[in-house]
């Protein structure tokens, strides 16, 4: 089992920036990518960003290239979203979560189980 726990959101106006971080912990060593999702009201939950621990490759929802990084700390407990240039359409409850790389046939593209969650971390921007 892992636990993750998410902290740092809060209310920013549009143009500002927030930093979400995930602690990891318990069998960290069984998940081999983390990732970052949000979900607005009446909208349907996405994928912001995945990680991947054995190679560092990420990827990003277009909607957050150049102004997301996701990131972890060396020892791959702690999870991070730095986000920048924050707009008002980016205001949702936050959710981190961890799994094994899954390969998807039929071109075997990687993506994250995402087995286990956080509870969340809500993000506000007004504008």
């Known amino acids: 089992q892992v636990q993750l726990v998410e902290s740092g959101g809060g209310s920013v106006q549009a143009g500002g920036s927030l930093r979400l971080s995930c602690a990891a912990s318990?069998?960290?060593?069984?998940?081999?990518?983390m990732g970052w999702f949000r979900q607005a009201p009446g909208k349907e939950r996405e994928r912001v960003a995945t990680?991947?621990?054995?190679?560092?490759?990420?990827s990003y929802t277009s909607s957050v290239k150049g102004r997301f990084t996701i990131s972890q700390d060396n020892a791959k407990t702690t999870l991070y979203l730095q986000m920048n240039s924050l707009k008002p359409e980016d205001a949702a409850m936050y959710s981190c979560?961890?799994?094994?790389?899954?390969?998807?046939?039929?071109?075997?593209?990687?993506?994250?189980?995402?087995?286990?969650w956080g509870q969340g971390t809500q993000v506000t921007v007004s504008s």
């Open positions: 979560a961890a799994g094994r790389v899954k390969y998807i046939p039929p071109l075997f593209s990687r993506t994250c189980e995402d087995k286990y």
């Open positions: 990680i991947y621990s054995t190679d560092g490759g990420t």
């Open positions: 318990g069998d960290t060593a069984s998940t081999g990518c």
